[in-house]
């Protein structure tokens, strides 16, 4: 079975500071990840995703995510936190071939950027 | 842009009814999907379908049931709401392993 860890709750970083927002995954065979992101009282948005190809995917708003096969990590990341990316943030796996489509989130993480 | 809508943003039902959540998306996908969220435990499946008239119970499905009778239209139904269904409902539409979701429906079960 296929399942995401998301270790930490909640990531606390000042404004113009790198933040980085941490999930490892299990799967059978190669992974599809994808990173998605909910502000309060909304629906969640897709950020961006790794099928295949380079590990360093470029998403929405700034954000990026390293694919690191040996570490079975998909780690979200964005170079100068702003106010307004403090959300919730999820990660999430499928596997990309065979097995069920359906992907299997974590339990998100907090993120809270301060002034 | 693909367009995923909900029937409600905020509905309060009471303990017993029988409580309708619609979902309609806008971009002829396959397949659909119903997640409860909850502070802590992250989203849940409860339901999907891969096509009309068809589905597949997810992790959580007691106490819910689903209508898929058109392509664009999922139906979500409580046939007798608890309070422990107050949740968060997601709905999310999506091809190619990928999921656009609803902005969600915030129940209350008094």
């Known amino acids: 079975a296929q399942s995401v860890a998301q270790p930490e709750d909640q990531v606390n970083v000042a404004e113009g500071n790198p933040l980085t927002v941490k999930c490892t995954y299990s799967?059978?065979?190669?992974?599809?990840l994808f990173w998605y992101v909910q502000y309060p009282n909304r629906g969640l948005q897709f950020l961006l995703k790794y099928i295949t190809g380079d590990n360093l995917v470029k998403g929405s708003y700034g954000f990026e995510a390293e694919f690191n096969k040996s570490q079975t990590s998909f780690h979200l990341k964005k170079p100068s936190a702003l106010v307004s990316d403090s959300a919730l943030y999820f990660c999430a796996v499928s596997p990309a071939s065979g097995g069920s489509y359906i992907p299997t989130f974590g339990r998100g993480t907090s993120l809270i950027v301060h002034p | 842009d693909v367009k995923v809508t909900q029937s409600s943003r905020y509905l309060v039902k009471r303990t017993g009814e029988k409580v309708f959540l619609e979902c309609v998306q806008d971009?002829?996908?396959?397949?659909m999907f119903w997640y409860r969220q909850d502070p802590g435990l992250g989203l849940r499946l409860i339901y999907f379908?891969?096509?009309?008239?068809?589905?597949e119970k997810g992790d959580i499905p007691e106490g819910y049931s689903v209508s898929r009778e058109k392509k664009e239209r999922f139906s979500l139904i409580l046939e007798s709401a608890s309070t422990n269904q107050t949740s968060m409902y997601l709905c999310a539409s999506g091809q190619f392993k990928e999921q656009y979701f609803g902005p969600g429906t915030r129940l209350t079960v008094t």
């Open positions: 379908s891969y096509d009309v008239k068809m589905k």
């Open positions: 971009m002829d996908h396959e397949n």
């Open positions: 799967v059978s065979g190669n992974p599809y």
